[in-house]
């Protein structure tokens, strides 16, 4: 088997905490282990398609001890571009051959991709339709890419939501009130019910399960009963309003999830007593220093990948199963969305510990 020489790597989508550990972790593999040269694409797609090309070759003073602990990529990323409707120069165009020609000029032998659902279906097509051999990592907040039982990012969201919770619970007991916390996820839930019972959370609202207003005065009303005079909610950003409209915000013709939290404070202050306040967590949840579990889950992915390039093994996904990482087609890995489900350990816990998530405990 001819010995590769070179390989690319980049992050796309929206970035999230471990994205640098990962960048690492192929360098020192490839370098160690293969001898393999690693160039970094900057910005996701956007550093092949440009001219000049923007990249950097990584050597091992790229990673000084700080990048491990730190936020974000290093490389950047970016979470619009779709390279099928390049918008340059007034117009959209495919940007598929610039990318090949890219990868052609830069003698790459593989690109490990470093993103979510959505930036792998777009890598799988353009390496489906070019010579471009890819090998894909999960990352996302959301945890919504369905094999794999963690993306990278993913605890280091529920870690700033959970600390989150922490803070709003002392004031909400100095205050007596019901501290509302929004996050993120896109349309599924995981961050919010994992937040939600490693906080404490009384009332999870997530968009895989109908609430009822009513449902949520009554639990209100349970906690008073108990004596205790201030709750916590948390709610995931994609739920919608009780008639079903969903609420978003418009940012120069993107659409983000945003402001359910303020509908909630407002619908429980008009059928209770209860003073509310809405806390929106945000890009937080992405920016936050990397907890543990999602460095060394970065390491492992990252090893994995090398190792499956030099094999040759292509259009593979690295996914984490059963404390162990294995590799999958990535179109089996983008088949299917992963929501939460109504098998879910953590819903059956959160339901036993009380907590009022909609109406499936009513
Ligand atoms: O997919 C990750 C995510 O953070 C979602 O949870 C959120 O809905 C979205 O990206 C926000 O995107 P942007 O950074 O473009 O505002």
Redesign the pocket.
């Known amino acids: 088997m001819t010995k590769l020489k070179r390989i690319g790597v980049l992050t796309s989508?929206?970035d999230?905490g471990g994205l640098n550990a990962v960048i690492r972790a192929i360098f020192l593999r490839a370098k160690k282990k293969y001898n393999i040269e690693v160039y970094g694409i900057r910005n996701g797609t956007l550093g092949l398609i440009n001219r000049p090309l923007d990249y950097e070759v990584l050597t091992y003073k790229s990673f000084q001890g700080f990048l491990i602990k730190q936020g974000g990529t290093f490389l950047g990323t970016n979470?619009?571009g779709n390279p099928f409707k390049f918008f340059k120069d007034g117009k959209y165009i495919d940007a598929t051959k610039k990318i090949a020609a890219a990868y052609k000029s830069l003698k790459l032998d593989g690109l490990i991709i470093i993103g979510?659902d959505g930036s792998m279906k777009i890598l799988k097509k353009i390496s489906d339709l070019t010579d471009i051999n890819i090998v894909a990592i999960p990352k996302?907040?959301?945890n919504d890419v369905g094999v794999t039982e963690y993306s990278v990012g993913f605890n280091t969201a529920v870690d700033a939501a959970t600390k989150a919770l922490d803070s709003l619970q002392s004031t909400a007991a100095s205050h007596g009130r019901a501290m509302i916390l929004e996050v993120?996820?896109?349309d599924a839930g995981h961050?919010a019910l994992n937040a939600g019972i490693a906080g404490g959370a009384d009332i999870i609202l997530i968009p895989e399960i109908k609430y009822t207003i009513a449902g949520i005065i009554n639990k209100l009303n349970e906690i008073k009963k108990n004596k205790i005079g201030h709750s916590l909610i948390i709610i995931a950003?994609?739920v919608k309003k009780e008639n079903g409209e969903n609420v978003t915000n418009n940012?120069s013709n993107?659409m983000?999830?945003g402001g359910i939290g303020y509908y909630i404070a407002q619908e429980i202050m008009k059928n209770s007593d209860m003073e509310c306040r809405v806390t929106s967590l945000g890009?937080i949840?992405?920016g936050a220093t990397p907890v543990a579990i999602d460095r060394i889950l970065a390491s492992a992915f990252g090893v994995s990948a090398v190792d499956l390039i030099a094999k040759k093994k292509f259009n593979r996904l690295v996914i984490w199963k059963n404390r162990k990482v294995v590799d999958i087609s990535i179109n089996e890995g983008i088949k299917h969305y992963r929501q939460v489900t109504d098998e879910d350990v953590l819903l059956k816990t959160a339901i036993s510990l009380g907590t009022y998530i909609g109406s499936i405990n009513n």
Do not use: L
């Open positions: 989508g929206g999230c979470n619009k979510g996302t907040i959301d993120m996820g896109r961050i950003e994609s940012y993107q983000r999830f890009h949840q992405r």
